[in-house]
């Protein structure tokens, strides 16, 4: 199981003048086991906050973070099974593909015959197996991409959330990675949480969009419904209904 929640969530953090600012305003999110679900919405409305309380490197303020119905509030993230990519890929640009990918298997202690196989078995996974000696330096935009996934991958979390993981990249490499990791999503039964400002991508790579506005959802509906039946006008000029 791998169904994670977000319930009633808020967030405040301190401002420059000693008191604080809220920038959640009491979010609920359902991403069901196995599904694509992209947050949505422009830059500030809360997208990245969201993520960092699902994962763990952020704590909520209020509500309740769930997975598949437990509470996980006060479990840390590295607890959670829970995988993060990130916009950036941070890969180590002096570690070698493989070193890259199994990196946090050495900072949990797994011994080293295990975290080559599991290093390589992610490798497989996402198609670098033959660049497994490259530096970062020496692959492609879309290979790096790939890496920064295996190394998702390599913890066995069935739950994957990804931040803008494509802003980075060209136009035609952008669709041909949607492709790829909607392909990968399915074959491989992840649960996937996806940030993207691009109405585009969310309309296309999605099962579930939840459309954020301002530290609130405004909508959370299949594609199609969005888009025939969206809540309200901001709602329906954003990812551009007709009117
Ligand atoms: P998005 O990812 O949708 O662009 P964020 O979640 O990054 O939005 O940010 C939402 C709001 O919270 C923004 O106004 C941002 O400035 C603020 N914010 C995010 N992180 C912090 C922080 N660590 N301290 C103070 N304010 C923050
Ligand atoms: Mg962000």
Redesign the pocket.
Known sequence: MSEVQLRGVTKS?PDSHGGR?D?LHGVDIVAPEGQFVVLL?P????????LRIIAGLESATGGDVLIDGQRVNDVPAAKRRIAMVFQNYALYPHLSVLENIVFGLRVRKVPKRQRQERGLEAARKVGLDPYLDRKPSQLSGGQRQRAALARALVSDSKVVLMDEPLSNLDAKLRHQMRIELRNLQRDLGLTVIY?THDQVEAMTMADHVVV?RE?SVAQAAAPIDLYTEPADTEVASFIGSPP
Do not use: D, I
Not at 43 to 50: E, P, Q, V
């Open positions: 953090f600012t920038v919405g830059s500030g409305c809360g997208k990245s906050t969201s940030v954020m530290g």
